[in-house]
């Protein structure tokens, strides 16, 4: 990735395009037409209220992220996005049960206008969803057709100058890539013969990256985290990123676990459970789908504690996740923790966690921060493999063979100097000697 000569401004109106417009893309749209006018702040949100130092800390210089970095302004995102349901986005809202009347009412005129475009769906794929508002074609090429069409005729008819996507559909079974994944030729060709291995979230992908649309991936699934997406990202100077929103629990774990380690405290187990009553929380109660979910989960420990390094203290971790479906709590999901440490001498301690959440609130700022990002990604001239991106993601993709970075404040760290690379700003090492020489 080269540094950029310059960063083109953000002209123009940008459509975010929204695989699934359930509880999270709804929540986020009632949100940024809430601030739009005043009512509300984007809390939550790094682009919008995230700050970024600049030079020495006796310079002085701490302006916000929106200020600094080209970003496009909310005032010019236009929504879009497809689903299996017709509901419109005020309906789907409703349904969701996340936002209060007092919060829809407002803009229930602006909301009800967002109708979503017919889905891909094979049902093979996300078996306990059954919806009837979806497209047809003779093989998945076709489908793919379809797509294009789509994104191509949302730009023109709501007079936008570039598009980003951000999957926010359901947990797909899980997959792991297969022949058909390998390359650009491998992949077409599995489309025009209907491969069982090509899921509903790759046909999306595709479609954006034949477009040069910026696509993130806020699931598990196997979308954008193969050969051919990633060859095909590189050829049309498209950037994608993914995977898996990092919203509750997870992101509790990316907090602590580093400290633990900075600490020098030993972990012997940690057990996590979820309970989630929302369209996620049923559709990950399939074993398929929920294997796709413990997967992402459990990489995160591993990785920041490099028990290879440790193993003394991280060696023998016993980690288990586990999410039950409870309709009753709906968006309000439950993240339960017992962690069982050791210290000096090996005296055994214990850390519980009780985060009671709100899914949809959490992940909504995280899909504008990737939407306006992918942008700015773009007409930076990046492509391929995001990683500065991985704050945002359970399982933050990389280059081939390179282990993921999971430690939320190296993360943020990493975002942090992009921008600052990416504007011709000097990186930030927090070394500071050049206080007391």
Request: aromatic share 10%.
């Amino acid at each position: 990735m080269q540094r950029p000569d310059k960063v083109s401004i953000a002209n123009g109106k940008l459509a975010v395009l929204l695989p699934g417009m359930g509880a999270v893309s709804t929540t986020l749209m009632a949100g940024v037409l809430l601030a739009n006018r005043g009512l509300v702040k984007p809390i939550g949100s790094i682009t919008q209220s995230g700050t970024i130092r600049l030079g020495k800390r006796t310079d002085n210089r701490v302006p916000r992220i929106k200020d600094f970095a080209p970003l496009a302004r909310l005032e010019d995102i236009v929504f879009g996005g497809w689903d299996l349901f017709p509901d419109n986005a005020y309906e789907a809202a409703v349904h969701a049960k996340v936002l209060d009347a007092k919060d829809l009412d407002p803009i229930k005129e602006e909301l009800s206008a967002i109708k979503p475009m017919k889905a891909v769906f094979y049902p093979e794929f996300v078996k306990r969803l059954h919806g009837t508002h979806v497209k047809t074609a003779p093989t998945k090429f076709e489908m793919v057709e379809q797509l294009r069409a789509d994104i191509r005729n949302f730009i023109k008819d709501n007079g936008c100058s570039r598009a980003v996507c951000v999957w926010c559909g359901s947990t797909e079974i899980y997959l792991e890539p297969g022949p058909v994944h390998q390359s650009i030729a491998a992949f077409e060709k599995g489309l025009r013969d209907s491969d069982p291995s090509i899921a509903n979230s790759m046909m999306y992908a595709w479609a954006c990256l034949k477009e040069g649309v910026p696509f993130a991936n806020g699931a598990p699934n196997l979308t954008v985290d193969f050969p051919a997406a990633i060859e095909l990202a590189r050829e049309t100077q498209t950037p994608i990123c993914g995977k898996d929103f990092k919203t509750g629990q997870t992101f509790m774990k990316t907090m602590l676990a580093p400290g633990l380690k900075a600490r020098g405290l030993g972990v012997r187990g940690w057990f996590s459970t979820n309970i989630l009553g929302n369209r996620d929380g049923e559709v990950l109660d399939e074993p398929g789908s929920f294997r796709s979910k413990e997967v992402s989960k459990l990489g995160a420990l591993e990785s920041i504690f490099q028990p290879e390094l440790n193993p003394e203290l991280y060696g023998d971790l016993y980690h288990k996740v586990r999410i039950e479906y409870y309709p009753p709590r709906g968006d309000a999901k439950e993240g339960w923790d017992n962690i069982d440490i050791f210290g000096w001498l090996g005296y055994p301690m214990q850390i519980k966690i009780d985060f009671l959440c709100r899914d949809s609130i959490l992940a909504a700022p995280l899909v504008l921060d990737l939407a306006l990002f992918g942008d700015l990604s773009k007409r930076a001239g990046f492509r391929g493999v995001q990683e500065w991106l991985s704050f945002y993601f359970k399982s933050p993709q990389t280059a081939e063979g390179l282990y993921p970075e999971h430690d939320v404040f190296i993360q943020s760290m990493k975002l942090k100097n992009t921008l600052r690379w990416m504007m011709g700003e000097e990186l930030i090492t927090h070394l500071g000697n050049e206080y007391y020489d």
